[in-house]
């Protein structure tokens, strides 16, 4: 038998450039859809280029059976700031 940790979905995204003030700006948005958990992944680079972004990326966590509006409005939120920024790259699931 699963527990709830099992039924749960982890992944994680970027936008190459993106600043870190809009990557915050993203996890406050999605923070709005209930039962949805984000964070920021830490830059890793070892060396410094103004035009990379301070953040690594960002997790998206949400349990397994999540709400199908809610799903739509999490990708609605990510297709709002990737059509203005760039598109998304997975990272890992």
Same mark, same amino acid.
């Given at each position: 038998?699963?527990?709830?940790?099992?039924?749960?979905?982890?992944?994680?995204?970027?936008? !190459?450039? *993106?600043? *870190? &003030?809009?990557?915050?700006?993203?996890?406050?948005? $999605? %923070? +709005?859809?209930?039962?949805?958990?984000?964070?920021?992944?830490?830059?890793? *680079? +070892? %060396?410094?280029?103004?035009? #990379? !972004? +301070?953040?690594?990326?960002?997790? @998206?966590? /949400?349990?397994?059976?999540?709400?199908?509006? #809610?799903?739509? %409005?999490? #990708?609605? @939120? $990510?297709? /709002?700031?990737? #059509? %203005?920024?760039? &598109?998304?790259? $997975? *990272?890992?699931?």
């Amino acid at each position: 038998m699963q527990t709830a940790q099992e039924k749960q979905l982890r992944y994680q995204i970027k936008c !190459s450039g *993106l600043p *870190l &003030a809009v990557y915050r700006e993203v996890a406050a948005h $999605l %923070r +709005q859809v209930k039962g949805v958990e984000i964070g920021l992944i830490p830059q890793q *680079l +070892q %060396r410094f280029d103004y035009c #990379d !972004s +301070q953040v690594g990326g960002l997790w @998206i966590h /949400y349990p397994e059976g999540f709400d199908l509006v #809610d799903r739509q %409005r999490v #990708d609605r @939120i $990510l297709a /709002y700031y990737g #059509d %203005r920024y760039g &598109a998304w790259e $997975l *990272l890992s699931q």
